[in-house]
């Protein structure tokens, strides 16, 4: 059984660049979320798909984007970046209403 | 004011003692998870509750729903149970979404 990879583990950005993150779900499972963690704080729920289709958004900005595939698997599109859009970037799968199983993450740095 | 609130946010304690994390809620939930963050960033989920007790191996955790209250309870503390520990609940949704609302984490340090 895989877990929940992502990828890439560290990029960094200028500010306005727009950047894509990507995650592989665990197999088996149908729903993904991602979720925004500033340095010291607990993470922020960006949005969730469920069977390809976005069905829960927290309080982020349309420039927040993101896709689910066929496979699963996710990705979370981040448009005219800002320089507090510096943070850790999770994801998380599960099979829904279930265990969510997290990725180790994707550490965005916005200059 | 936030939904979810934990405390202690920082605690430090000796190898071999008990250790009780509490996280208070202001919202109706259908489920609230343990979470544990080591540094680097990954999250390990250590429980899903929607009521009761459950026990996996020196963790409890219990929930009380009427007071909106749970609590992480590490027996025999460890160095290697040093982590950020997280409450999260998932808010009753009409739409059926899993995301999560996060509380602050408590930054946990075991000494030997």
């Known amino acids: 059984e895989t877990g929940v990879t992502q990828s890439p583990t560290h990029l960094i950005k200028t500010r306005g660049q727009q950047v894509t993150l990507r995650c592989s779900s665990q197999s088996g499972h149908n729903t993904v979320s991602w979720y925004q963690q500033a340095l010291g704080q607990g993470p922020q729920f960006i949005f969730q798909?469920?069977?390809?289709?976005?069905?829960g958004r927290g309080n982020f900005p349309p420039r927040f984007s993101g896709l689910q595939f066929p496979n699963y698997s996710s990705e979370l599109n981040v448009n005219a970046l800002e320089l507090d859009d510096s943070a850790l970037y999770l994801c998380a799968s599960s099979l829904r209403g279930n265990v969510l199983t997290f990725g180790a993450g994707s550490r965005l740095t916005v200059l | 004011k936030n939904e979810v609130e934990q405390s202690p946010q920082n605690l430090t304690a000796q190898e071999g003692e008990f250790i009780t994390i509490n996280c208070s809620y202001s919202v109706g939930i259908s489920a609230l998870h343990w979470l544990q963050q080591h540094p680097g960033g990954g999250i390990v989920s250590l429980f899903m509750l929607s009521s009761g007790k459950k026990k996996h191996g020196r963790l409890i955790a219990t929930i009380n729903i009427q007071e909106k209250h749970s609590s992480l309870h590490i027996t025999a503390s460890h160095p290697r149970d040093s982590a950020v520990y997280i409450c999260a609940v998932r808010r009753h949704s009409g739409g059926g979404a899993d995301g999560l609302t996060f509380g602050k984490g408590t930054h946990l340090i075991i000494q030997p």
């Open positions: 798909y469920y069977r390809e289709e976005e069905n």
